[in-house]
T-cell receptor, first 113, second 110 residues
Framework: GAVVSQHPSRVICKSGTSVKIECRSL??????MFWYRQFPKQSLMLMAT?????????EQGVEKDKFLINHASLTLSTLTVTSAHPEDSSFYIC?????????FGPGTRLTVL | RKEVEQDPGPFNVPEGATVAFNCTYS??????FFWYRQDCRKEPKLLMS???SGNEDGRFTAQLNRASQYISLLIRDSKLSDSATYLC???????????FGKGTRLSVIA
């Protein structure tokens, strides 16, 4: 199947700093990618849809100015958590569709101290 | 009402047991249905798609009832390696995002 990578896999940062997470489709092109967030013992919740060549669409309750999404190319989407706070600590996962199936990145575990 | 609801867990079963998970979804326009498996601190991985006619993959059987908006997963002859969280997932088809249930944790005990 198709492969999606994420980087970094784990990041620990101080409160107030910004963190960038990259999501890459390695062997296919993705005009759309999805960013999810998962808190402990909770389900994956869609944060936003990343669209190549246009603005991302955000789910209700997700601050677009805090979670900046840039779909720079057909194989790369980035999520930047700006001015991170401890409540932003979570597991962030991206996915990209290919041939009717969704492929997930391995996730990025963010811990904000 | 949540879009996708699943059995509350956890399910603790002995090896060799048969276990069933249930799921309901609220969006009648949903087109695709899946069961994903998620191991602790890992990303979800597709276990199987679910078709209206029902489908089987080894020890795993999935059923879909569109009229009732109900999905099920049956695991026979449980193995220790089946221990994970099972996520019921639906989407509207095409490049639309997936909608996840909260997941049901399964622990298979020796």
């Amino acid at each position: 199947g198709a492969v999606v990578s994420q980087h970094p896999s784990r990041v620990i940062c101080k409160s107030g700093t910004s963190v960038k997470i990259e999501c890459r489709s390695l062997d296919f092109q993705a005009t759309t990618m999805f960013w999810y967030r998962q808190f402990p013992k909770q389900s994956l919740m869609l944060m936003a849809t990343s669209n190549e060549g246009s603005k991302a669409t955000y789910e209700q309750g997700v601050e677009k100015d805090k979670f900046l999404i840039n779909h720079a190319s057909l194989t790369l989407s980035t999520l930047t958590v700006t001015s991170a706070h401890p409540e932003d600590s979570s597991f962030y996962i991206c996915s990209a569709p290919s041939s009717g199936e969704q492929f997930f990145g391995p996730g990025t575990r963010l811990t904000v101290l | 009402r949540k879009e996708v609801e699943q059995d509350p867990g956890p399910f603790n079963v002995p090896e060799g047991a048969t276990v069933a998970f249930n799921c309901t979804y609220s969006n009648s326009a949903s087109q695709s249905f899946f069961w994903y498996r998620q191991d602790c601190r890992k990303e979800p991985k597709l276990l199987m798609s679910v078709y209206s006619s029902g489908n089987e993959d080894g020890r795993f059987t999935a059923q879909l009832n569109r009229a009732s908006q109900y999905i099920s997963l049956l695991i026979r002859d449980s193995k220790l390696s089946d221990s994970a969280t099972y996520l019921c997932v639906v989407n509207g088809g095409g490049n639309t995002p997936l909608v996840f249930g909260k997941g049901t944790r399964l622990s298979v005990i020796a």
